[in-house]
C-alpha cells in the first residue's frame, strides 16, 4: 500500500486487535464479526485505516476459527494480513507485534471502534512521525466518576477535570511497545504496558466517533449513525 510515501526505515503498521469473544455485546458470532450496516465492524476499522492514507500495513488478530472468514472479508491487498490472536487482548497485540518485526511505528486500533474517523488515525501518526512515542486520543470524562469498594461504599470522587476517557487508535515508536509488551504481562490498553516502562505518553483531542462498540446499545447508535452516513450520500 505504502499510502504515505513511507522509507523502509519509516514504516507504520496498524496492529488490530479482533480476536475478542464480544461477551458484552452478546452476539451470534465474535463481535469484530457482528455486521454495522451489513459490514462486518473488523472491515469497517480496516477501511478506516487504509482511508487515513497513513498506515503502511495492517495486520488483523482474529479468532482461530475465524483466519479464513476474516481473509474473504477484509480487502484484497498485500498490506493486509491475518494472524491468529490469543485469549486475552495482550496476547493479540503480541501476536500482531511479533508480525511486524519491520515497523518503525505501530498503530493499535480496536475492531470495535469500527466508526473511527480516518482523520483521527492520521492525527495519531502524524505525531509519533513528529517524534512522541506514545499517542493516545483523549476525551474528556462526562459522568462524575467514583472509586468503590467490594461492597459498593464510595471511597472517593477524583476531579473529573483531570480525566479522560482513551480510545484508540493509539501510537507508539515500535521500539517502545516492543519493549512494553517483552514481559509477561496483562493490561486493558496498550498505552498502560508502555506508562509501566516510565515512558510519556502524550494525549490528544479524541473523537466520539472513536467509542467503542461493547454493548447492545453500542450497536444501535453505530447502526444509526451509519444509516445517517449513506442517507448523506445518497
Ligand atoms: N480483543 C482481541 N483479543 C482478545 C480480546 C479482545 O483481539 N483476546 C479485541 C476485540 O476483538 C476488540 C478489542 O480487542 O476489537 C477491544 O476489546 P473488547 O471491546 O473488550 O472486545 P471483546 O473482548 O470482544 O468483548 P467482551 O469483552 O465483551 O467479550
Ligand atoms: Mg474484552
Same mark, same amino acid.
Given at each position: 500500500?505504502?499510502? #504515505?510515501?513511507?522509507?523502509?526505515?519509516?514504516?507504520?503498521?496498524?496492529?488490530?486487535?479482533?480476536?475478542?469473544?464480544? %461477551?458484552?455485546?452478546?452476539?451470534?458470532?465474535?463481535?469484530?464479526?457482528?455486521?454495522?450496516?451489513?459490514?462486518?465492524?473488523?472491515?469497517?476499522?480496516?477501511?478506516?485505516?487504509?482511508? +487515513?492514507?497513513?498506515?503502511?500495513?495492517?495486520?488483523?488478530?482474529?479468532?482461530?476459527?475465524?483466519? +479464513?472468514?476474516?481473509?474473504?472479508? !477484509?480487502?484484497?491487498? #498485500?498490506?493486509?494480513?491475518?494472524?491468529?490472536?490469543?485469549?486475552?487482548? &495482550?496476547?493479540?497485540?503480541?501476536?500482531?507485534?511479533?508480525?511486524?518485526?519491520?515497523?518503525?511505528?505501530?498503530?493499535?486500533?480496536?475492531?470495535?471502534?469500527?466508526?473511527?474517523?480516518?482523520? !483521527?488515525?492520521?492525527?495519531?501518526?502524524?505525531?509519533?512521525?513528529?517524534?512522541?512515542?506514545?499517542?493516545?486520543?483523549? !476525551?474528556?470524562?462526562?459522568?462524575?466518576?467514583? +472509586? %468503590?469498594?467490594?461492597?459498593?461504599?464510595?471511597?472517593?470522587?477524583?476531579?473529573? +477535570?483531570?480525566?479522560?476517557?482513551?480510545?484508540?487508535?493509539?501510537?507508539?515508536?515500535?521500539?517502545?511497545?516492543?519493549?512494553?509488551?517483552?514481559?509477561?504481562? #496483562?493490561? &486493558?490498553?496498550?498505552?498502560?504496558?508502555?506508562?509501566?516502562?516510565?515512558?510519556?505518553?502524550?494525549?490528544?483531542?479524541?473523537?466520539?466517533?472513536?467509542?467503542?462498540?461493547?454493548?447492545?446499545?453500542? !450497536?444501535?447508535?453505530?447502526?444509526?449513525?451509519?444509516?445517517?452516513?449513506?442517507?448523506?450520500?445518497?
Amino acid at each position: 500500500m505504502t499510502v #504515505n510515501g513511507s522509507d523502509s526505515d519509516d514504516l507504520v503498521v496498524a496492529l488490530v486487535p479482533a480476536a475478542g469473544r464480544g %461477551v458484552r455485546l452478546g452476539g451470534a458470532a465474535p463481535k469484530a464479526f457482528v455486521a454495522v450496516g451489513g459490514t462486518p465492524m473488523v472491515r469497517l476499522a480496516v477501511d478506516g485505516l487504509i482511508a +487515513s492514507g497513513a498506515v503502511d500495513r495492517i495486520i488483523v488478530m482474529v479468532p482461530p476459527e475465524f483466519v +479464513s472468514s476474516a481473509v474473504a472479508l !477484509l480487502p484484497e491487498t #498485500n498490506s493486509v494480513d491475518v494472524v491468529v490472536g490469543g485469549a486475552e487482548r &495482550t496476547d493479540s497485540v503480541r501476536a500482531g507485534i511479533a508480525a511486524a518485526p519491520e515497523a518503525a511505528y505501530f498503530l493499535v486500533h480496536d475492531a470495535a471502534r469500527a466508526l473511527t474517523p480516518p482523520d !483521527l488515525i492520521a492525527r495519531v501518526a502524524a505525531e509519533l512521525r513528529a517524534g512522541r512515542p506514545a499517542v493516545v486520543p483523549a !476525551l474528556p470524562v462526562v459522568d462524575t466518576i467514583k +472509586s %468503590v469498594d467490594e461492597f459498593g461504599a464510595v471511597t472517593g470522587t477524583p476531579d473529573r +477535570s483531570g480525566l479522560r476517557a482513551i480510545q484508540t487508535p493509539q501510537g507508539f515508536a515500535a521500539e517502545l511497545l516492543r519493549s512494553a509488551y517483552a514481559t509477561d504481562t #496483562n493490561a &486493558t490498553d496498550d498505552a498502560g504496558l508502555v506508562e509501566r516502562l516510565g515512558a510519556r505518553v502524550h494525549t490528544i483531542p479524541g473523537d466520539p466517533m472513536a467509542f467503542k462498540i461493547t454493548t447492545p446499545l453500542d !450497536l444501535r447508535l453505530a447502526h444509526a449513525l451509519l444509516d445517517e452516513r449513506t442517507a448523506g450520500l445518497a
